[in-house]
């Protein structure tokens, strides 16, 4: 898998190279070191002048030594290898997710992903070490091994180079085969397991509030049930496959002894080398019965990269333009013109457009509010304008339609604070720089002033460096809402979209975080997207949104960026 | 063989004693690595006489026929024992591995959120505890193979040519040595490099999560500098780690193969002197020279499969420590954790104080402490009063909310219209029994909550937490997690019809995918519906329950509530006009 993608640069490749040399090499010493003493007993017995076997006791030693120095340098320059290669796919992967976020990527659930993106990335690492370095080596050990039997005696040869050749044929595929479904299964089982997992524990309390944590535990632990009778699967392939692998290995061991024998007998075979005959298959074997393991692991990585693929196959839903339009929709500086005309979206995989037939013009500096029940396609809307999503009709920004523009320049005008926006699991600050990586510190705490967190901010007693719990746990919905706000105003777009900016606060609140954000906004076109009627003169007008008509089975296919087709 | 394993022997054996047949499971590995060690001894001897017979006796192919059918029979028996037991390891390690997962996830709902990351938990248990396969499946038959074969070996050699066996006893005791001086250099950096694996899982979960984000400000592409960096850095401390760890798979290969040469110098220069002759001489020969690697294979293995299974092993430990942890209480006395001694190990033992003296005053032995059938006190009456008099919530490292006095009234429903962040769903969290106040005290009626049995105040109380649950499976099983007990079909349609969610065998995903926040907000409604319908409790909180409706579904939900309010005490955190309006009472603090 992979070849479009994972692009190795000549070095990962060479240091792969290199380890399957090595790997070959310290096989090869294995093979020589066996055939060598076995050729030396023997010769000694024969009683010779020790002379004559100077050579070979030599090589004996030589042999021992190489086998195991060999054996350490291959495994650290294939690690290595591989830790790179692995950097490279990890990256590529993530500049594929980049293009196809937030609405190219299917029903896969985030948790799903994030398994996707460690394990399969590291499975297909393991496919190269434990796949095709193993079976590089196999491959050349086997050949020479063939050969020096071959030259020894030609039916010993045969029968040796048969025996291997089943072993490599037979016991990979019969390890492969019967895994294949198995395997498949244990990737969704645990990408399932493991979302069950963590939605348990998260609705700890709840559950057993309710009296059924049990009941809800039961249900995970089916889970479990799968993914335990997956792995029983897999079992007994593994042992077949050894199996078939050590019954060849009696095969060329038993057809050597019986060849060489005749020879012997037959004269045409020189009794010393009968011993080598015999040792050579068991020496060459100890590779070949390493690849049943090595096919498994090739299986694994097989589906994890055809998993893989489908993230980076996946069409983008908003190509960027092959030769976007210099982005410039106000000369004079300033928020741009907005001209919306006869707007349908419809998302990827929907049937029916989320928004249909939408007219509205926003002047330069404007205050719009676009007010509408669930599923009337607001947050489409604000996906829209943010480049995320194709549409139809006509979308203009300073007279030219968006589609001509690239996504990443629209974005640098068009801000969005959505009701889902991310806090990520690193400082305050930090969280906040994303918008304004250059932002003083009292940048910061002025947009936090903004949002209306001063007296949280004050309250913290690590300030700007208190850390953000996981997925901002430690932060309530509204602080979150406002935390998202401050970071909008510290990017300080000309045209600003809020998506529901007063979900999660009280009515004081929310209109004191609006007013003063209406006032920092001061100049800005702002666009604010809401269900329920905003307070009295933080906007400049009201436009109302009505749902597309047959009314769509969804309220707010939106609101979740990750799951872009609801059913319906 | 426990000299091998530089890790705390305790670990190997609580993970045993987990194991359920586990001893029955060593025990076919012994029997089956003796039965292997016959094989490999029987197949060296019939190999190195059918040599000898044929080079230095100058036997005939037919005189010696029966041997090579009864190398072929001995060799045919090795591959179905190894594939037995390579199928049987599987199995045991999976059934370890099952009950090990129940048991952390059955710990872990006792045991307090804390701030526990839920994602890393659950790799935890998944990804952590397969990892143990290697352990079970390989490295445990190995280490048995490792002990019985080089015995069978040794026993061989010194009978046979005690030289080879010397050879042998000097060299193999090597591995293991250096095994365990290596494994303890790397253990700790092992372990270091889970967390590592498991912090950078992170990272890049919580970048994916938070990648619409990062589009939005332009800053994805970005992005890919800090991964490179993070992943730079873990090949780095990997490489590091591997290089040490090598080494013990270095001197392992170098014992192996210099004896292996060692040995065939000593036989061959022997043999020249003519300690060793006739077709017995050569067979003697042949047979420890086929031998000797044999005694060092299985130890190369369980070398190999040892640094394979430490991440296993690193990951049962985590576990371990979970299965540690002192459990929440679920029965009374809650007193003495609001007076903040209840941290830690200690809260284990206060609990059982507790419940002791719970015991002695109602004359019913300790069953308190878990049993939800032990009433202790009647459950609440009829639309009890809740007092909260003076009370204090703190989390660790912020600042205390403000104290608290509040009366909600009985019979009423009370709303709660206090500013984001002012406690309101630490208030209802309280009342189920998941927050101790620091100070003051929580009354239903005129008893305290402390001496209440808790499982008998939840199970009058129908709690809608603000985001509620949501599990693998249809809508209708989502709304059935209302009550232990399950619940009739026409009930549960009755609920779903109220609460105006969606289609009773929509599917749900765990994550809430497939359905919108509203809709999972209405599920979860359904479910507090259901809940009220079948237990009829006394006691209703409600968090935030219309924040993701709209006016007119918010309308037609409180309309299908208002009969469910009668006589019953609620509470409702929220700030929206609609709920306000259905209230006896607003309380802002």
């Known amino acids: 898998m992979g070849r479009p993608m994972v692009k190795l640069r000549n070095t990962i490749a060479l240091r792969l190279g290199l380890g399957a040399t090595l790997g070959a090499l310290a096989q090869v010493s294995a093979l020589a070191l066996l055939a060598v003493s076995g050729y030396l007993i023997s010769r000694a017995w024969e009683q010779p002048p020790i002379l004559y076997l100077m050579v070979a006791i030599t090589s004996v030693r030589l042999f021992g030594i190489s086998r195991g120095v060999l054996r350490y340098t291959e495994r650290l320059v294939s690690h290595d290898a591989a830790f790179r290669g692995l950097e490279r796919l990890r990256i590529a992967v993530w500049r594929k997710l980049v293009r196809l976020a937030p609405a190219g990527v299917p029903v896969w659930r985030t948790g799903d992903l994030q398994a996707r993106l460690v394990d399969d990335v590291d499975g297909v690492g393991d496919r190269w070490l434990r796949g095709a370095l193993p079976l590089a080596s196999a491959v050349i050990v086997s050949v020479c091994a063939v050969a020096l039997q071959t030259t020894l005696l030609p039916a010993a040869g045969i029968i040796l180079g048969a025996c291997l050749l089943a072993a490599a044929l037979v016991g990979p595929a019969l390890a492969t085969w019967s895994s294949r479904y198995a395997v498949r299964a244990t990737a969704r089982e645990r990408g399932d397991l493991t979302e069950g997992v963590r939605a348990c524990l998260h609705g700890r309390e709840e559950l057993v509030a309710a009296g059924t944590d049990t009941a809800a535990l039961e249900r995970v632990l089916e889970g479990d049930d799968r993914l335990r009778r997956a792995h029983a699967r897999i079992a007994w392939t593994t042992g077949l496959g050894e199996a078939a692998g050590l019954l060849a290995l009696a095969f060329a061991l038993v057809g050597a002894l019986a060849a060489g024998i005749a020879a012997v007998a037959a004269g045409t075979l020189d009794g010393v080398l009968l011993a080598v005959v015999a040792l050579v298959p068991l020496a060459a074997f100890e590779s070949v019965l390493a690849l049943p393991a090595a096919a498994q692991q090739t299986a694994v990585a097989k589906a994890c990269g055809r998993r893989l693929l489908e993230i980076t196959q996946a069409p983008e839903p908003r190509p960027d333009p092959v030769e976007p339009m210099e982005y410039e929709p106000n000369p004079l500086g300033g928020p741009p013109f907005i001209e919306i005309k006869r707007l349908a979206v419809t998302w990827p995989g929907a049937e029916s457009p989320a928004l249909h037939g939408f007219d509205l013009t926003v002047q330069p500096g404007e205050r719009v509010a676009v007010m509408g029940p669930s599923g009337s396609g607001k947050s489409t809307l604000a996906a829209a304008l943010m480049g995320f999503l194709p549409y139809e009709g006509s979308l203009r920004f300073g007279g030219v339609e968006l589609a001509e523009y690239d996504g990443d320049d629209i974005r640098r005008t068009v801000g969005l604070c959505s009701q889902d926006a991310h806090v990520f699991d690193t400082t305050l600050a930090e969280n906040l720089r994303l918008a304004r990586p250059s932002a003083a510190d009292e940048d910061l705490a002025r947009a936090l002033r903004w949002a209306g967190l001063r007296d949280w901010l004050d309250a913290l007693p690590d300030g700007l460096r208190t850390r953000l719990g996981e997925h901002g746990r430690a932060v309530s919905g509204g602080e979150r809402g406002r935390i998202a706000l401050a970071r909008c105003l510290l990017a300080d777009r000309e045209v600003l979209v809020l998506d529901e900016p007063d979900a999660h606060l009280d009515a004081a609140t929310a209109e004191r975080v609006l007013r003063t954000a209406a006032a920092a906004l001061e100049g800005k076109t702002t666009i604010v997207i809401t269900h329920r009627p905003l307070p009295d003169g933080i906007v400049d007008r009201v436009v109302h949104l009505r749902a597309p008509v047959p009314t769509p089975r969804r309220d707010a296919p939106d609101n979740r960026l990750f799951s872009v087709a609801p059913p319906g | ?589």
């Open chain 2, 1 to 589: 063989m426990t000299t091998l394993a530089p890790r705390p022997a305790n670990v190997d054996r609580r993970l045993l004693h987990r194991a359920r047949g586990a001893t029955l499971f060593i025990g076919v590995c012994a029997a089956l690595g003796v039965a292997r060690t016959a094989c490999v001894v029987a197949g060296a001897w019939l190999t190195a006489s059918l040599i000898a017979g044929a080079f230095a006796g100058g036997r005939s192919v037919d005189s010696l026929t029966p041997q090579l059918i009864a190398l072929a029979a001995v060799l045919t028996l090795r591959a179905l024992l190894a594939s037995v037991q390579e199928a049987a390891a599987h199995r045991a390690g999976a059934v370890v591995k099952s009950g090990l997962r129940r048991q952390a996830l059955e710990r872990l709902m006792r045991l307090p959120s804390g701030n526990r990351h839920t994602g890393e938990t659950a790799a935890l248990l998944v990804r952590g505890i397969d990892a143990l396969d290697d352990y079970f499946a390989r490295y445990l038959p190995q280490l048995v193979l490792a002990v019985v074969v080089p015995v069978g070996v040794l026993v061989v050699m010194l009978v046979a040519y005690p030289p080879a066996a010397l050879i042998v006893l000097i060299t193999l005791p090597l591995i293991p040595l250096f095994g365990v001086l290596i494994g303890r250099y790397t253990r700790t950096r092992a372990e270091r490099q889970w967390a590592s694996t498991s912090h950078l899982a992170h990272h890049f979960a919580d970048l994916v999560a938070g990648l619409p984000t990062l589009k939005a400000f332009g800053r994805a592409s970005k992005q890919v500098g800090a991964i490179e960096v993070t992943t730079g850095a873990y090949r780095r401390r990997s490489m590091s780690l591997l290089r040490v760890a090598f080494c013990s798979a270095l001197v392992l290969e170098l014992a192996a193969s210099l004896s292996v040469a060692v040995l065939a110098v000593t036989v061959g220069i022997d043999l020249v002197e003519g300690g060793m002759t006739g077709e017995a001489g050569l067979r003697t020969a042949l047979l420890v020279l086929i031998l000797a690697p044999e005694a060092y294979l299985p130890l190369r293995n369980v070398g190999a499969h040892y640094h394979a299974s430490a991440e296993g092993l690193a990951a049962a430990e985590k576990v371990f420590a979970i299965l540690a942890e002192a459990p929440e209480r679920t029965g009374a006395a809650l007193e003495e954790e609001a007076s903040g001694q209840g941290a830690g190990g200690r809260s284990q033992r206060a609990g059982r104080r507790s419940a002791a003296a719970l015991g002695q005053r109602t004359g019913k032995g300790s069953a308190a402490l878990t049993s939800s059938a032990a009433l202790s006190h009647p459950p609440l009456g009829r639309a009890p009063t809740i007092m909260f008099r003076r009370t204090v919530f703190a989390y660790p490292g912020r600042q205390p909310l403000p104290e608290l006095s509040l009366t909600i009234p009985a019979g009423r429903t009370t709303v709660l219209t206090a500013r984001s962040g002012a406690g309101k769903s630490t208030l209802m969290a309280s009342l189920v029994g998941f927050r101790q106040p620091v100070s003051g005290s929580i009354a239903f009626d005129d008893t305290e909550l402390s001496g209440l049995d808790l499982a008998a105040v939840r199970r009058s109380i129908a709690w809608l937490p603000q985001r509620p649950v949501l599990i693998d499976g249809t809508v209708a099983e989502n709304v059935r997690l209302a009550v232990p007990d399950g619940a009739s079909d026409p009930a549960v349609a009755k609920a779903i019809a109220a609460a105006h969610a969606p289609a009773a065998t929509r599917t749900v995903s765990a994550d809430g995918s497939g359905l919108s926040a509203g809709e999972a907000a209405r599920v979860g409604l359904a479910r507090f519906l259901l809940r009220v319908d079948l237990l009829d409790p006394p006691v209703l909180l409600l968090d935030e329950p219309t924040a993701h409706l709209d006016t007119d579904t918010e309308q037609a939900v409180l309309d299908a509530f208002a009969p469910y309010r009668d006589q019953r005490t609620v509470l409702i955190a929220s700030h929206r006009p609609a709920v306000r309006a259905i209230a006896d009472r607003e309380v802002d603090w």
